[in-house]
């Protein structure tokens, strides 16, 4: 069975220093792929960041950065120089390929406060 | 103009009633998908769709339906809504190209009220 797991429900961080969201995974598919989205405080969801299973180096994009140890099943979020719009909720998701279902599997979440 | 929309935003209801939450996109993906958010659980898929002509259960569908009118157009109903249907609704689409990469793209959402 696949699963997500995002084990902060709130996390704290100054601004402008820099914050690492959990995320583990659970699944024995070998091709899978792990994202980030944000959640404003608007509702919408955001896209961030996208890490392949066979991916050697770890995604990075702009301030975002995906801290991935395959075999820890771990796909940290590290967020760098935090700003007070990074406000938000956090998901993490998986979608594994071939025993999947087609399905993209999303974590509780992990709400961020940024703080001035 | 949003590439994925949601109509209506906002939206309260009775029990029993009969609704219909909209989502249309003009990404011209054919993978289009409902989830529902409800605090501390995530997001659960309720339906999805790969084309027209091929409608697909979620984890949590009962009590829901859907209908894929046209490639931009997915469309969720509530035949006897329910107070624990009260949730955040969220229709996304997505251009899967093969492989795990299959980024999705959201609507805004369509906050549901049950009463």
């Known amino acids: 069975a696949q699963k997500i797991t995002q084990t902060q429900p709130g996390m704290f961080v100054q601004e402008k220093e820099a914050v690492t969201l959990d995320c583990t995974y659970d699944?024995?598919?070998?091709?899978?792929?792990l994202f980030w989205y944000k959640q404003p405080s608007s509702g919408e969801m955001i896209f961030l960041i996208y890490?392949?299973?066979?991916?050697?180096q770890n995604a990075t994009e702009g301030r975002y950065s995906l801290n991935f140890q395959k075999a820890r099943k771990s796909a940290n979020l590290v967020i760098s120089a935090s700003q007070l719009g990074d406000s938000a909720m956090y998901f993490c998701?998986?979608?594994?390929?071939?025993?999947?279902?087609?399905?993209?599997?999303f974590g509780a979440g992990t709400r961020l406060f940024v703080k001035a | 103009d949003a590439d994925v929309t949601q109509t209506p935003r906002n939206r309260i209801t009775k029990t029993g009633k009969r609704i219909m939450l909209e989502c249309s996109q003009t990404?011209?993906?054919?993978?289009m998908y409902w989830y529902r958010q409800d605090p501390g659980l995530g997001l659960r898929l309720i339906y999805y769709?790969?084309?027209?002509?091929?409608?697909n259960k979620g984890e949590i569908s009962d009590g829901y339906s859907v209908s894929r009118q046209a490639q931009a157009k997915f469309s969720l109903s509530l035949e006897s809504a329910i107070p624990n249907q009260t949730a955040l609704y969220f229709c996304?689409?997505?251009?899967?190209?093969?492989?795990?990469?299959?980024?999705?793209?959201f609507g805004p959402g369509t906050r549901l009220l049950v009463l």
């Open positions: 996304a689409t997505s251009d899967f190209s093969g492989g795990a990469s299959e980024t999705q793209y």
């Open positions: 699944t024995s598919d070998p091709s899978y792929g």
């Open positions: 890490q392949g299973s066979y991916d050697q």
């Open positions: 998701a998986m979608r594994a390929v071939n025993t999947g279902g087609f399905k993209t599997i």
């Open positions: 990404k011209g993906h054919d993978r």
């Open positions: 769709s790969f084309d027209v002509k091929d409608i």
